[in-house]
């Protein structure tokens, strides 16, 4: 006669051991849930608040809806106060907001201009958006604008800018580009926002000239893109140096 309990467990039945499995697998996807869910609603909306006070804050320009900015007037206006024997820096705001047309900016006046033909010497540089032409190369066959990185510096430190070996405009795949200007600025893939480098460019006018400019900011007063703000010099005598005492002159 066999006894009825000798200290060995019964192996369970198959299907009582799945459905155990079963089971637990269903509490821990419950548990797994409702985790998630007191995540959703005690953590998650303080993180949002966090977030929208962030991207709302004074140091964060992002674009928004609304209508498009009307097309910039404002003219060139003196910076602070350089050295004493330093020209004087101009800043100046040129809205390029519209995706479709660019907006032609010309050194010598300090603000945009209308052209009928793209050829003209009457304008330097042109903007789109956050793309950045020059009338040379691809883009005028007359012109003879061009591009040099000068890297960071500060911008009073450059009293002189190269003679030689500016970049022109060049045909990419779509449309003509200045390699100079391709990647002017940052992108922060969190708030989707462009932020100016902190390069200084010199650039050789359409006619020969000379300037030195940087990028300040990318956006408008309606946080709408496109508004450039660039701070600049400009050599109207043809030198390369930016003394009020003189400097080499070009001879082209």
Not at 181 to 206: D, E, F, G, P, S
């Amino acid at each position: 006669m066999s006894e009825p309990f000798n200290g060995a467990a019964y192996p369970e039945p198959g299907p009582q051991r799945e459905k155990k499995r079963k089971l637990w697998r269903n509490l821990f996807l419950l548990n797994l849930c409702v985790s998630l869910l007191l995540v959703g609603i005690f953590w998650l909306p303080g993180k949002l608040v966090d977030l929208d006070n962030f991207l709302n804050s004074p140091s964060v320009n992002l674009p928004e809806e609304g209508q498009i900015a009307e097309k910039s007037s404002e003219q060139a206006k003196p910076a602070l106060k350089s050295p004493a024997n330093l020209m004087s820096t101009l800043v100046t705001t040129i809205n390029a907001s519209s995706e479709k047309e660019f907006v032609y900016f010309d050194f010598s006046s300090g603000k945009p201009v209308r052209i009928l033909d793209s050829s003209s010497l009457e304008w330097d540089l042109a903007f789109r958006r956050g793309k950045v032409i020059s009338n040379g190369g691809a883009s005028s066959k007359l012109g003879k604008a061009g591009l040099i990185n000068l890297g960071v510096v500060e911008f009073d430190e450059v009293e002189e800018v190269p003679m030689d070996d500016y970049i022109q405009d060049i045909a990419a795949k779509t449309e003509v580009e200045n390699p100079v200007m391709v990647k002017w600025y940052n992108y922060n893939y969190l708030t989707h926002k462009l932020t100016a480098k902190k390069n200084i460019y010199a650039v050789r006018t359409a006619d020969g000239k000379f300037a030195k400019f940087q990028f300040l900011s990318f956006y408008c007063a309606n946080k709408e893109a496109g508004c450039i703000k660039m701070r600049y010099v400009y050599q109207d005598t043809g030198s390369n140096s930016f003394l009020r005492t003189g400097g080499i002159s070009t001879t082209s």
